[in-house]
């Protein structure tokens, strides 16, 4: 070993190196090859992270945008399309222009329109300029006014030919424009990265941290998301300032956790910005029949649109599942883990709505490897608010459209047993228990009438006779009711809904808390038990909604098939969902699968409609008659063709055909305002292409956007 930490190469290994030897003194030689550059890091060490994207994204500007519009990087453009001159009649006017200009200059340099136009240069200017024998100078002074002349002569056919908008539509501005801009750094008091609310709060060691982690690489967009959440949790008295700082300052981009202990998803399948809430679905279409503002942008939807609920039509194969309601499901679930939003996903099992560990809560019905089940009374403790919710669930498809019906007449029914039930056991009847009670079973009822006179239960004895006096009259529900139980009191679901405690029940009443929930529903085999788990999660999820106290957190439900679901209850708890911070995403197949009363209530309680391609003309129908009509401004251009008489004018009209590419005609323009559908039946069943979608918007603040085509693939 050596002084300077090498190996001498002489039979030290099998194939020794020479090592250049140095001069004498020590010195290192100058036609030796410098050494290299000492490595920053240890071989093998993968590379620091660099905090440039995330700093790039989160000062990304994001300007304030018609409803419906991605706002990532948005440009605005004017409301009106501006009018655009042909390329053939441009570029032809602009050679035209040129060689008038030039004819005119041609005239002037051969004297053919008199001297005249050096009159100026012989008025401004001394005679011994001009007849000086100076030949250089008079040569200067000369040709200099005969370039200016030139020049005054080239700006104004210029200006005649348009070649300025040639430049902005051929030249590089045009090739510049698809070239992304260089955004200049914002000013310290401007900059998203340092945290300045915080700083003014005076949690300046906090923002500190939150800087360092952001440009060191060590944040992501949901830990700014949710960091931001915890900081109007501060600002709303929610949380003390200590608290918020005092975790920032220890944790830094890892503090205030969801309760999973996630920071991301596994895997994200669209493009999320987490600044506005937003997830891309597609691209509006460069179409005339969208306004001029919205044609080629983004369609970004976020919790502002949702908080009106989303209903989604087409047929199988549209891309329902695929194109809206899993990235929708997955947005929901970023927002969750930033403590902005609560979700519960419903859906066949199967269907493709995302893996189980973007979920906190994973319910498969009828699936012995399930770890969780389903409460079937919502974690209510009121006889009567568990028996309106099972009602709706059980027969809500079968009552009227209008109060009265079956579905109040079974929340009686329900209650009278409900009732005296829990107060003997001190819970609800498990499926089996419910329907030996709704058949009558002697047993069960006098089991439980002995339980309620033991205990001096007189007002729900009373209900007991009166359910005993109903039983088997005619236009009694409970046969209905105990043939509905029956569907769901399978030997599938025997280890499910159960009510003594021994599982692990998952309730709605947990949407006070960022939760993501996914249930799985046995569609395969029974598809009618599907149903009734649908319209109960829908019921559930209404009930639970109303009472929350803490509404700032957005709650929705996303519901992939709705088939079956639709009931007046479920619209008039849809219309409610608004005012509580809350939204549902429903899909169907076909508006026939709700029925024909409720269809026109279901599109006027929703705000965002969407009808993708691939919609039947009768269900084009109703959505043609939700979405109105506008006023329009028709033309009718009347063309009559001109004749020419003598050589000049068909010289003329020749010339006129070669510019402008038609026949001189002699046009009538009459201009009429007249009503016409935004969006007619048949268009939307065939003028609609593969993979696009029209889809109006309306958001909580009332806001509102037409009918817009849109590409989903895009």
């Known amino acids: 070993m050596n002084s300077d930490g090498t190996q001498d190469a002489r039979g030290t290994h099998a194939n020794p190196v020479p090592r250049p030897a140095g001069p004498p003194d020590g010195r290192p030689s100058p036609d030796m090859p410098a050494a290299p550059p000492r490595p920053a890091r240890a071989p093998g060490m993968p590379p620091l992270p660099d905090g440039s994207e995330f700093v790039a994204w989160v000062r990304a500007p994001r300007p304030e945008a018609a409803p419906g519009v991605w706002r990532f990087g948005h440009r605005p453009r004017p409301e009106e399309e501006p009018e655009q001159i042909p390329a053939r009649q441009l570029l032809s006017g602009a050679v035209i222009a ?5 004819l005119v200059w041609s005239l002037l340099w051969n004297g053919y329109l008199g001297g005249w136009w050096v009159l100026p240069l012989e008025l ?11 030949r250089v100078g008079n040569a200067f002074l000369w040709y200099g006014y005969y370039t200016l002349i030139a020049l ?71 830990d700014h998301a949710r960091i931001a959440r915890a900081w109007q949790g501060v600002r709303s008295g929610r949380h003390s300032l200590a608290t918020f700082t005092g975790a920032v300052v220890k944790d830094g981009s890892a503090a205030c956790l969801h309760p999973s202990g996630a920071r991301d998803l596994p895997g994200r399948l669209a493009r999320h910005d987490l600044v506005t809430g937003q997830v891309r679905l597609g691209t509006t279409a460069d179409d005339a029949r969208n306004p001029y503002a919205y044609r080629g942008t983004g369609l970004g939807l976020g919790p502002d649109l949702l908080g009106t609920s989303l209903l989604a039509v087409g047929p199988p194969g549209s891309g329902k599942t695929g194109g809206i309601v899993w990235p929708l499901a997955e947005s929901l679930c970023l927002h969750a883990l930033a403590g902005r939003a609560a979700v519960v996903v419903v859906g066949a099992a199967g269907a493709g709505l995302g893996p189980v560990d973007a979920y906190d809560v994973v319910v498969r019905i009828g699936h012995p490897d399930s770890v969780y089940d389903l409460d079937l009374y919502g974690g209510t403790t009121d006889p009567d608010e568990a028996a309106a919710v099972l009602a709706e669930a059980l027969v809500g498809d079968l009552a009227d459209p209008h109060p009265g019906g079956d579905s109040r007449r079974s929340t009686t029914v329900l209650a009278q047993l409900l009732g005296p039930f829990r107060a003997v056991h001190g819970r609800f009847p498990s499926v089996p228990e419910l329907r030996q009670l709704l058949d009558g079973a002697r047993g069960p009822l006098d089991a439980l009438r002995k339980g309620l006179e033991d205990a001096g239960q007189a007002s729900l004895l009373r209900e007991l006779d009166a359910r005993e006096r109903q039983t088997g009259h005619p236009g009694d529900v409970g046969g209905v009711l105990a043939d509905r ?93 608004r005012s509580g911070n809350a939204g549902a995403v429903l899909t169907l197949r076909t508006l026939d699968d709700a029925p024909r009363a409720l269809r026109s209530p279901l599109l006027g309680a929703i705000g965002c409609r969407m009808a993708l391609s691939g919609l039947t003309p009768w269900d084009g129908q109703d959505f043609a008659e939700v979405w109105g009509k506008e006023w329009i401004e028709a033309r009718d251009v009347t063309d009559r063709q001109i004749i020419a008489e003598t050589p000049a004018g068909k010289a003329v009209h020749m010339l006129r055909r070669v510019i402008t590419g038609n026949a001189p005609t002699a046009r009538a323009v009459t201009v009429r305002q007249v009503e016409r559908e935004r969006w007619s039946a048949s268009e939307l069943a065939h003028g609609v292409p593969p993979g696009h979608a029209v889809l109006s918007l309306t958001s909580v603040k009332g806001e509102h956007a037409p009918p817009l085509l849109v590409d989903l693939r895009g």
Request: glycine share 8%.
């Open 152 to 222: 005054i002569i080239m700006v104004v056919v210029g200006r005649l030919g348009r070649w300025n908008e040639i430049w902005r539509r051929y030249g590089p501005p045009a090739w510049r424009g698809t070239a992304p801009v260089n955004e200049r750094p914002p000013a310290p008091e401007d900059d998203p990265v340092q945290w300045n609310q915080l700083r003014a709060a005076g949690a300046t060691e906090a923002a500190d941290r939150l800087a360092a982690d952001a440009r060191r690489g060590l944040m992501r967009d949901v």
């Open 124 to 134: 401004f200017t001394p005679d011994s300029w001009r007849h000086s024998g100076d």
């Open 98 to 102: 040129f060689l008038v200009g030039w």
């Open 485 to 577: 139980v029956a569907l769901l009191d399978r030997p599938a679901f025997a280890g499910f809904f159960d009510t003594s405690g021994q599982s692990r029940p998952f309730s709605l009443r947990a949407l006070d808390h960022p939760v993501r929930v996914r249930i799985d529903l046995p569609a395969r085999g029974h598809a009618d038990a599907s149903r009734i788990l649908a319209r109960l999660v829908l019921a559930q999820f209404s009930a639970s909604v109303a009472v929350r106290e803490d509404r700032s957190l957005f709650a929705c439900l996303v519901l992939d098939d709705a088939t079956g679901v639709i009931t007046p209850e479920a619209v008039r708890g849809i219309q409610r969902l």
